[in-house]
């Protein structure tokens, strides 16, 4: 079962592991400043570990850039472990949280790059307008 849980500090090491992976490598332009806001306390970051049967498989960041929108980039680090369908149902319950504290709106920017998490987006109904993509929040 998936589940999602604020991260700790004992989750920044695995984080980083993820971060400077090769997986990660091609897309992930600034580990540092991923790390950096996983150690600021006064970061607008809102940091998430979704977790399959206890075992930590992604960490995704929020932050609120209007009102009613947020901005979301996610990590998908245990590779290995994924089970079939999971980024799906990990995007699901995140836009259900960000539903629940408000949001109208949640953009995600992949790497352009990234055709694999652009078709993905785009499988889930997000709208691309030219810088992000969108889905927008009933």
């Given amino acids: 079962m ?4 604020p991260l700790n500090k004992k ?8 971060l400077y992976g090769k997986h990660a490598a091609s897309w992930v332009e600034s580990p540092e400043d991923w790390l950096a806001d996983l150690h600021d306390k006064d970061t607008a970051f809102t940091h998430i570990i979704a977790e399959v049967d206890g075992n930590p498989m992604a960490c995704c960041r929020t932050h609120s850039y209007s ?4 901005n979301m980039d996610y990590l998908i680090g245990a590779l290995e472990y994924i089970p079939p369908g999971f980024d799906r149902v990990m995007l699901d ?4 949280m960000l539903k629940s504290q408000g949001a109208k709106s949640v953009s995600i920017t992949p790497e352009e790059n990234d ?3 652009c078709a993905f ?4 109904y997000f709208q691309w307008d030219g810088g ?3 889905y ?3």
């Fill in 11 to 18: 989750d920044i090491p695995l984080v980083a592991r993820w």
């Fill in 121 to 124: 987006l785009e499988s889930c």
């Fill in 136 to 138: 927008f929040l009933r």
């Fill in 67 to 70: 009102d009613n929108g947020y």
């Fill in 115 to 117: 055709k694999a998490a």
């Fill in 93 to 96: 319950r995140m836009l259900s």
């Fill in 2 to 5: 998936l589940t999602l849980r």
């Fill in 132 to 134: 992000f993509y969108t």
